[in-house]
Each structure stands twice: as structure tokens, then as C-alpha cells.
């Protein structure tokens, strides 16, 4: 997959987005290159992971990947799941370390994650949240474990129940925890930066200098 990144000195040049450079979407959000213009860049994008694997999805959709944009929704869910939860449980007052001690318990078997959303969303807000239905898991299970090839209309209509699990929770969470989804959203960045920082001072790291 190629996505578009806008080149920061093309666009203050134009006073808005004119150029953009494609680049193969990298796992970090970090992208350098030039842009057709020939400037350098290095751009840290801060695109949380449910929406990237979203916009992969669709992305697979336009290129006919059926299988592969399934996959992808089913991703995109399951990672939003992983952000909900990391929400929810800073406005419980669970500390980092704790966190992410029992997130490792759950972090390598999707239903355990499923289950946490679940109960730790109905507990803190006193209903079940909105999950992907018995026919739609099990399109997913036949696209993902038994190597069905959908049809476009499956993969729209899979791709419209991801989407609408995604917002009606994305809607509660900033309703009900705004101040909890933007510290999330805030430590995202920081790491980010951590990452392009890091980059940077490997790139231009000076070479020793040869012994005497």
C-alpha cells in the first residue's frame, strides 16, 4: 500500500496542501524521502493504529484485495478495541505499569481482548458496547481461518459494521472521558516524537573519528 504525505515546505509555499509524496505506509509513522520538488523530508505522521489499518482496508478495497480489506477491518476493530481499553482504564486510575503487566496477560489472543473491552466498557458505563454481529464474525472467520473469498458486497457491508462498532464506541468515549481519550491520544504523540527524535540523531549521528 502507498499513502500521501504532504510536504510541509510545498504547502506553506502554497498556502495549503499542493504536493504530496507517496510512500510505502511504515509500521513507525515515520516517513523520509523527497518530495517531487526535491525537498528532504522527514514526517512523523499521528495516525492511531485502528485508522491506519482502516485506511489499509479501504485501500485493499480500491485494489481488489477482498480478502485482505476483511482482514484488515477485522484489525481495525480489534486495535480500537486495545485503544478503548487503555481509556477506560486511565480514567479507572489503572497507573502505566499495571497497564501494560495486564495487557501482556491478553495482548497475544484477540477473544481475551474482546472480553475485556466488553465487560470493562459495560462497567463503566453501564451497557454493552456495540460489537460486530454473529453473521459478521463469522464472515470473518470464514475470510480469515477457512480462505473464503468474499464478494464486493460482503466486503462493504463488513467494512460499514467495522466502522460503525469503531464510531459508536470512539462517540461514547469522548462523551463520557474526553480529558482520559486526549492524554491517550497526547502519550501517542509523544512516543511519535520520541521515535523522530531517535531517527534523527541516528541519521546525523557524527562518525568516530578514526584513532591516532
Keep these: 500500500m502507498r499513502i500521501n504525505i504532504s510536504c510541509p515546505r510545498c504547502a506553506q509555499a502554497a498556502r495549503g496542501f499542493a504536493v504530496f509524496h507517496l510512500e510505502t505506509i511504515r ?29 489499509i482496508a479501504l485501500n485493499a ?19 480500537f478495541f486495545e485503544f478503548a481499553i487503555g481509556v477506560l482504564a486511565r480514567n ?8 501494560a503487566a495486564a495487557w501482556k496477560v491478553i495482548a497475544a489472543q484477540s477473544e481475551r481482548q474482546l472480553g475485556a473491552y466488553t465487560f470493562l466498557y459495560s ?12 453473521r459478521m464474525v463469522k464472515l470473518r472467520n470464514d475470510v480469515v481461518h477457512r480462505g473464503m473469498l468474499p464478494n464486493q458486497k460482503q466486503v462493504i457491508e463488513f467494512g460499514d459494521a467495522a466502522y460503525e462498532v469503531i464510531q459508536v464506541g470512539i462517540r461514547k468515549l469522548r462523551s463520557a472521558c474526553l480529558d482520559d481519550v486526549n492524554a491517550t491520544l497526547t502519550e501517542h504523540v509523544g512516543e511519535i516524537a520520541k521515535k523522530r527524535g531517535r531517527y534523527i540523531r541516528d541519521r546525523f549521528r557524527s562518525p568516530p573519528r578514526p584513532s591516532t
Excluded at 523520509?32 to 489499518?53: F, I, N, W, Y
Excluded at 478495497?61 to 486495535?79: H, L, N, W
Excluded at 462497567?123 to 454473529?134: A, D, I, K, N
Design 123 to 134: 462497567v463503566s458505563f453501564g451497557e454493552v458496547p456495540q460489537l460486530l454481529s454473529e
Design 61 to 79: 478495497i480500491v485494489d481488489r484485495y477482498r480478502r485482505e480489506a476483511i482482514s484488515s477491518f477485522a484489525a481495525a476493530t480489534e486495535r
Design 27 to 55: 509500521d513507525d509513522g515515520l516517513y523520509s524521502g523527497k518530495c517531487p520538488q526535491g525537498h528532504d523530508l522527514l514526517v512523523a505522521t499521528q495516525t492511531l493504529r485502528h485508522e491506519m489499518l482502516f485506511e
Design 92 to 99: 479507572r486510575g489503572v497507573s502505566a505499569p499495571v497497564f
